[in-house]
């Protein structure tokens, strides 16, 4: 199983801010990499995919980089609908996709 | 409206079967790869298992491999998961999830509500 290792757990910063998430495989993922924002009471969206794709309707300020191992989530200039949890999530590895734990992006 | 509802959740008790359903609407559902992702309470998402669009490739997490099925019916737009001897780990709420393009299998850009399932007795 590829696990995935995000870091910090926990990011505390203001609006106007930059965000800088971090996701790194136990196993190159190639591109195949995408990265989803949750908010409390509702279900995950997703934000990037292949590593650096933007999904329909998705910000500019949102931005991802990385590739074998890997992998940023950049938020360029915080805003305040911005604060919730981040996952990434690897496809590589079919059938045992999986996650990372999460970081919290919290209002400082 | 494009929208995944997913039914079928509840208290069930250890060893005990569910079947959960997810009505799909509003996107041609048999175009597209779909899965089920949970989440325990408090917890972190897992993905459960997937199925292509025309059942031709079907997966499983280790964790629920050999307990649970996967289903469609493209005719009815709907996608099930059969869940056998239910554990108490596998307390969740599920969700489905679609897959992004005919062409990936493995991104999911949308998500039902999701389905709280409760394994205890």
């Known amino acids: 199983e590829i696990v995935l290792t995000q870091s910090p757990a926990t990011l505390s910063l203001s609006p106007g801010e930059r965000a800088t998430l971090s996701c790194r495989a136990s196993?190159?993922?190639?591109?195949?990499l995408a990265w989803y924002q949750q908010k409390p009471g509702q279900a995950p969206r997703l934000l990037i995919y292949d590593a650096s794709n933007r999904a329909t309707g998705i910000p500019a300020r949102f931005s991802g980089s990385g590739s074998g191992t890997d992998f940023t989530l950049t938020i360029s200039s915080l805003e305040p609908e911005d604060f919730a949890v981040y996952y990434c999530q690897q496809r590589s590895n079919w059938p045992q996709y999986t996650f990372g734990q999460g970081t919290k992006l919290e209002i400082k | 409206e494009v929208q995944l509802v997913e039914s079928g959740g509840g208290l069930v008790q250890p060893g005990r079967s569910l079947r959960l359903s997810c009505a799909a609407s509003?996107?041609?559902?048999?175009?597209?790869?779909m899965h089920w992702v949970r989440q325990a309470p408090g917890k972190g998402l897992e993905w459960v298992s997937g199925i292509s669009w025309n059942s031709g490739s079907i997966g499983y997490a280790d964790s629920v491999k050999g307990r649970f099925t996967i289903s469609r019916d493209n005719a009815k737009n709907s996608l099930y998961l059969q869940m056998n001897s239910l554990r108490a780990e596998d307390t969740a709420l599920y969700y489905c999830a679609k897959d992004l393009s005919a062409r990936t299998f493995g991104y999911f850009d949308l998500w039902g509500r999701g389905t709280l399932v409760t394994v205890s007795s």
């Open positions: 196993q190159s993922v190639s591109s195949y």
């Open positions: 509003g996107f041609t559902f048999d175009d597209y790869a």
